[in-house]
């Protein structure tokens, strides 16, 4: 697949960026959870910890050409037992958002997580208010499960999450389509 984008390790020193993104309430907003107050030295230490975390595996979306760090993506909450998984993605530089680089880099993860790792099927849970998210799950050619009613309490309001799952040879039949749609 001709990408535009690349993962790699993070770097001790990523924190020094990420922590701008967790401290923007637009990216906070469209994520589940609630808002953190996150510090340099907090961010810091979760950028080490993800850096040794052997049961999760958390890289950078770095732009091809300038290596400009934009994002990070995860391979988490991995069940081996049941070859499933969780893959969050964001764009925290938001000069880069809709461009595309989150469906390209959730592509390069899926491959490898299906075909690496040996998984089976990788879920997600998008809030209900964040279309772009949900329609980005589309392209990559996740179902819908459900809705989760009310399952996240944000800034004072209850928010539903959908559901939505891919399962490896539905991801093959989309990763060929994507990979001859962006030769």
Same mark, same amino acid.
């Given at each position: 697949m001709n990408t535009r984008i690349y993962l790699r390790a993070l770097e001790a020193d990523d924190y020094k960026t990420s922590v701008n993104w967790r401290n923007?309430?637009?990216?906070?907003n469209l994520v589940g959870g609630p808002k953190y107050f996150v510090?340099?030295?907090r961010e810091k230490e979760w950028v080490r910890n993800a850096i040794f975390d052997n049961s999760k595996l958390v890289l950078a979306i770095c732009i091809k050409g300038s290596n400009k760090y934009i994002g990070n993506i995860m391979l988490e909450d991995i069940d081996y037992?049941?070859?499933s998984a969780h893959v969050p993605v964001f764009i925290g530089d938001k000069t880069e958002w809709n461009k595309g680089y989150a469906t390209e880099a959730r592509? +390069?993860? +899926?491959?490898?997580?299906?075909?690496?790792?040996g998984l089976q099927r990788i879920v997600a849970y998008v809030l209900e208010s964040n279309i772009a998210s949900l329609k980005m799950h589309e392209k990559c050619g996740y179902k819908v499960e459900g809705v989760l009613r009310n399952?996240?309490?944000k800034n004072g309001v209850f928010h539903n999450q959908v559901m939505l799952s891919i399962l490896r040879d539905e991801f093959d039949v989309k990763y060929r389509e994507y990979c001859e749609k962006y030769k």
């Amino acid at each position: 697949m001709n990408t535009r984008i690349y993962l790699r390790a993070l770097e001790a020193d990523d924190y020094k960026t990420s922590v701008n993104w967790r401290n923007d309430s637009e990216i906070s907003n469209l994520v589940g959870g609630p808002k953190y107050f996150v510090s340099s030295e907090r961010e810091k230490e979760w950028v080490r910890n993800a850096i040794f975390d052997n049961s999760k595996l958390v890289l950078a979306i770095c732009i091809k050409g300038s290596n400009k760090y934009i994002g990070n993506i995860m391979l988490e909450d991995i069940d081996y037992v049941n070859r499933s998984a969780h893959v969050p993605v964001f764009i925290g530089d938001k000069t880069e958002w809709n461009k595309g680089y989150a469906t390209e880099a959730r592509m +390069l993860m +899926l491959e490898y997580a299906f075909h690496q790792r040996g998984l089976q099927r990788i879920v997600a849970y998008v809030l209900e208010s964040n279309i772009a998210s949900l329609k980005m799950h589309e392209k990559c050619g996740y179902k819908v499960e459900g809705v989760l009613r009310n399952s996240v309490y944000k800034n004072g309001v209850f928010h539903n999450q959908v559901m939505l799952s891919i399962l490896r040879d539905e991801f093959d039949v989309k990763y060929r389509e994507y990979c001859e749609k962006y030769k």
